[in-house]
């Protein structure tokens, strides 16, 4: 089984080759023969972390400039992707570079990108699990990313996480 997190352009029942499959996830960075194994959640004592330092940052697809930063409240920012729905940074940073859709609301840009599960077969990969990843940066501000999550749930599942890993 393969996960990955990225537009691909194969669609929930679809199939692909597992040759192009492996050649696209290796553009993207991830190599899926490679056993990926994910950090389990954990939690990081706010007194420790300044609320607005930045814990990471990105070029997105359009090599804008996205910043992470920590916030110790769950308004917005990387405590509350962390916590509240059990977000990873890569799935962060892979959503803004390689999303299916990137729409400007406000002074926001809202990135959508699948996570998508393969199961391959003698050569030939199919989608059997699909959802939706989406990012919330704020442009115009100091914030940067307001939240990230799995559409439709609160926490993302683990499959998910693992795609991005």
Not at 27 to 51: E, F, K
Not at 99 to 118: C, D, I, L
Request: glycine fraction near 6%.
């Amino acid at each position: 089984m393969v996960t990955l997190v990225g537009e691909l352009g194969v669609e929930l029942g679809q199939t692909i080759s597992e040759t192009e499959l492996a050649t696209i996830a290796e553009d993207m960075g991830t190599d899926i023969y490679q056993a990926h194994t994910v950090p389990p959640l954990s939690a990081t004592s706010a007194a420790t972390t300044p609320s607005w330092k930045i814990v990471n940052q990105w070029k997105d697809n359009k090599a804008k400039s996205v910043y992470l930063r920590y916030r110790n409240e769950t308004s917005w920012g990387w405590a509350k992707a962390r916590d509240k729905h059990g977000v990873t940074q890569n799935m962060i940073k892979k959503t803004v570079q390689f999303p299916r859709k990137r729409v400007q609301q406000g002074t926001s840009f809202v990135y959508m990108t699948p996570a998508n599960q393969y199961v391959c077969t003698v050569g030939i990969c199919r989608v059997t699990k699909t959802m939706d990843m989406k990012v919330v940066h704020e442009t115009k501000s100091a914030k940067g990313v307001i939240t990230a999550m799995c559409n439709g749930v609160v926490v993302c599942p683990k499959w998910v996480r693992d795609a991005a890993a």
